[in-house]
């Protein structure tokens, strides 16, 4: 009844731009919280972004050069990043809580997506 999957992780140049996808179904957006986490290689799980019906938040780590937006009537959660660094490889992951209010902590979210892989070259 609910599904989290991530699209749009790619190859791109050090510099450039790319824009994830996350489709995030089993209720209305009022109701729950998406976010974004990342994982590099033998390196925990990194919280990235999260949106909510009412707020937002950015890491320290890519705030400036990443956005989170939303799309209600697609139930799509968009993760913009601009000025991308090699840094920035690693599985992105697309999660949702079933809760209105989002959370930077991992274990507070209870769908996760598959992962898709972004790769930055230097």
């Known amino acids: 009844q609910v599904q989290v999957a991530e699209s749009g992780g790619v190859l791109v140049q050090a510099g450039g731009s790319l824009k994830l996808s996350c489709a995030a179904s089993g209720d209305t957006f009022r109701r729950y919280s998406v976010g974004w986490f990342r994982q590099a290689p033998e390196k925990e799980r990194e919280f990235v972004a999260f949106i909510s019906w009412g707020s937002f938040s950015i890491a320290d780590s890519v705030e400036g050069r990443f956005t989170i937006s939303r799309d209600n009537a697609k139930s799509t959660v968009y993760l913009q990043m601009n000025s991308l660094k090699p840094e920035d490889t690693a599985v992105y992951y697309c999660?949702?809580?079933?809760?209105?209010?989002?959370?930077?902590?991992?274990?507070?979210?209870?769908?996760w997506g598959q992962g898709t892989q972004v790769t930055v070259s230097s």
């Open positions: 999660a949702r809580r079933d809760y209105p209010f989002g959370s930077n902590l991992p274990d507070e979210y209870d769908y």
